[in-house]
């Protein structure tokens, strides 16, 4: 049953579709599937693994105010990228610098 309800919920649009996670979190995933497959990237770009085969990540917690993962852009730019959601002020207070277009 699970399995039909997941096949033909991938006929929805996103927006329609069910997301895990609080307001926030649903808007950001309806907005990125509008500009790319989330599914595709997620794919292409896997989370970078520990050498456990665990993410590398930091789970979120009211303690800290954010949370983080490392994707591996290996198949493409290159290199890793850091993901960080959160808190403004715990997340810019960990920003060396912030660039704005591209200008410092």
Avoid: H, W
């Avoid at 039909?4 to 995933?29: F, H, M, P, Q």
């Avoid at 989370?47 to 994707?71: A, E, Y």
């Amino acid at each position: 049953m699970f399995a039909r309800l997941k096949a033909s919920e991938k006929t929805l649009y996103y927006i329609n579709r069910k997301c895990k996670g609080d307001a926030s979190e649903t808007g950001l995933v309806q907005f990125a599937q509008a500009i790319y497959d989330l599914d595709l990237y997620r794919s292409k770009y896997p989370p970078l693994k520990d050498d456990k085969g665990n993410d590398i990540m930091i789970p979120f917690s009211s303690d800290i105010k954010f949370n983080l993962f490392v994707r591996d852009m290996s198949a493409g730019p290159g290199g890793l990228c850091v993901y960080m959601k959160g808190a403004p002020e715990r997340i810019l207070t960990r920003c060396s610098k912030i660039l704005v277009r591209g200008v410092e």
